[in-house]
């Protein structure tokens, strides 16, 4: 990709740091991934041994100090990894963007030093999974409305309550539960708890029959009187609300990563059936009817590479990033579900059929105009910073 520069003096040149880690993500997705993933979504189970693997090339702590075993790597190179992993497989993609994005740089930028120390080592090599716990079955979009109940009682918090649509759910070891302290207070009486499995009341729900990221694994979390020292809170009193919001601003980024990959793997995998598949003495692509498909496709993900990196370069710099991780969200996820759908088309029946993966891309790119915040509460999320 050649330099670009932006009306905000950004440019999108990527180093030499950048594109190796971009050629290892794409030959990990292509040699490892690739093999096995019609069935892992099949079966809804995600390899265990491809897990350690994506642990040990540093995909799960990309952006972690290396102060903690991490990467310390830039938010670039992390989406420029997570679109070559998207590519191919859009569960494992999740599973990176949850571990990184949401419970490794939440618990590096606001945890304590021992919070640091006891959690991000294991969380960053992929010896332990984390998840993120804000969803509820009355709570999703409106984020403030939290029922599960964290009750302080002197040296420990006393939690209550069912997280929903948990991604890692099955597979974490440790968890990161939003709950309200403070009922009166409303969003400033929520907090942030580090909450690791096994824990007497700590139970797991079932596992969701999903339409899409099939393998990933999503499930409802319940906790019944489970007591957890205030030394696992995140922050001060009340701060769980903010770390929450802080956290998901840049979980978008990851997410819209995740759609920019189903979008560019359907879009490759249209291109190159178009260019073989003859219809009428020639290939389809020699049709103008697929060829303005195939041109459109392109630009639109053109655009929406260019809104993720946008985001990314604005939290590298440390400069305000909410609108823009909201735009780059909003629009790679519009862009993912009208490409899969289109890739589906171009092929036809072969689209239909799970073979040709297009069908399985199409089913994946629904959840990224939901999950981290649907595409309306990105709209609100960009009306509310305009100037």
Known sequence: MASVNTSEGLSFDFSEEQVAVREAARDFAQTQLLPGVIERDENQVFDKGLLKKMGEMGFLGMMVSPEYGGGGMDTVSYVLAIEEIAKVDASAAVIMSVNNSLVCWGLEKYGTPEQKEQYLPRL???EIIG?????????GSDATSQHTSAIDKGDHYLVNGTKNWITNGGISSVCMVIAQTDYEKKHRGINCLIIEKGLPGFEVGKKENKMGI???DTHSLMF???????????????????????????GRIGIAAQALGIASGAFERALAYARERKAFGKPIFEHQAVQFKLSEMATRIDAARLLVLRAAVLKDQGRDFVKEAAMAKLFASETAMWTTT?????????????????????RDAKITQIYEGTSEIQNIVIARALP
């Open 124 to 126: 960053a090599t992929g």
């Open 131 to 139: 998840a993120f716990c804000l969803s509820e079955p009355e709570a």
């Open 214 to 216: 099939r393998a990933s």
């Open 224 to 250: 019944n009187d489970v007591r957890v020292p205030k030394s696992c809170r995140i922050g001060e009193d009340g701060f769980g609300f903010r770390f929450a919001m802080g956290t998901l601003n840049g």
């Open 342 to 362: 289109e890739a589906v088309q171009i092929h036809g029946g072969y689209g239909y059929v799970k073979e040709y993966h297009v069908e399985r891309m199409m």
